[in-house]
């Protein structure tokens, strides 16, 4: 009589496809070339208004064609009364802001003794704007071999009132009335240059800004997701986040559906 053999799937023991799944992963990491530019793609816009400043951004955060954040924040704050927008490479601008941030808290403690009194009238960390631009200009013109940053510094001060300054890629600065940079800003250049007013109330530049920004969304795959705004004056400053369904409704677009509304927050 004859024996039957039971035949039993084979089964790779655990270390052995450990192994396996390393190998693959290191020959995958072989065959791809980190040279390769990965493009990236914001929108981000500042403006001087009549009594302050007011800073926008989307908050798509792309790798090639590849979303990796739908939610970040582009607005960094370097100071109370001093922000920055960045566009580029989020790790080389985050660092960035890290270095001008430290550095203006040293400055401020060593010109203040240790800072304002608290009051509303003087809030713990006011510095010079222009001083924030400066610093930041330095650090990306010794530095613009190796980073891939284009940021904007805005904010308003007792001395000089509402500034804003555009630090491009390659570390020049120039101080204009607004400043837009990213890959959304050339699909609105001629939008802000043809509906731009000297002076406008802050609710108007609110409102001209959030449409700019909702514009650019429209037409760069690379920019989307919320609108971030902070509104710097002579008080203080205040964030808001204008969702979708909020956005201006361009050419062949279909309407957000509604169900949810404008925040704002006070900062």
Not at 4 to 32: I, K, N, S
Not at 220 to 229: C, E, K, N, T, W
């Amino acid at each position: 009589m004859k024996k039957r053999f039971r035949c039993t799937p084979r089964t790779t023991p655990p270390r052995a496809r450990e192994r396996r799944r390393r190998d693959d992963a290191h020959d995958t990491m072989e065959e791809t070339d980190l040279t390769v530019p990965v493009s990236t793609g914001t929108t981000i816009l500042a403006c001087a208004y009549r009594n302050g400043v007011v800073l926008a951004a989307d908050s798509r955060t792309s790798t090639g064609t590849y979303v990796a954040n739908r939610a970040s924040d582009k607005i960094t704050q370097i100071c109370d009364n001093v922000w920055m927008c960045r566009s580029g490479s989020a790790a080389d601008t985050q660092n960035v802001a890290a270095y001008v941030k430290r550095m203006v808290e040293e400055h401020a403690m060593e010109r203040n003794g240790g800072g304002g009194t608290g009051t509303e009238n003087e809030p713990m960390m006011m510095v010079d704007v222009r001083l924030v631009a400066k610093l930041t200009q330095k650090i990306a013109y010794e530095n613009k071999e190796k980073l891939q940053a284009g940021m904007i510094i805005a904010g308003w001060d007792r001395i000089r009132g509402a500034q804003v300054y555009g630090i491009p890629l390659g570390g020049s600065m120039l101080e204009a009335p607004f400043s837009v940079s990213g890959s959304g800003s050339a699909y609105i250049y001629g939008y802000l240059d043809n509906t731009y007013k000297e002076n406008m109330e802050r609710e108007e530049c609110e409102r001209w800004m959030t449409e700019a920004i909702s514009l650019a969304i429209a037409r760069d795959a690379s920019s989307g997701g919320v609108i971030r705004l902070v509104t710097i004056h002579e008080n203080g400053c205040e964030k808001q986040c204008v969702l979708p369904k909020d956005h201006k409704v361009c050419d062949g677009e279909l309407e957000q559906v509604a169900g949810a509304t404008t925040t704002t927050a006070m900062v």
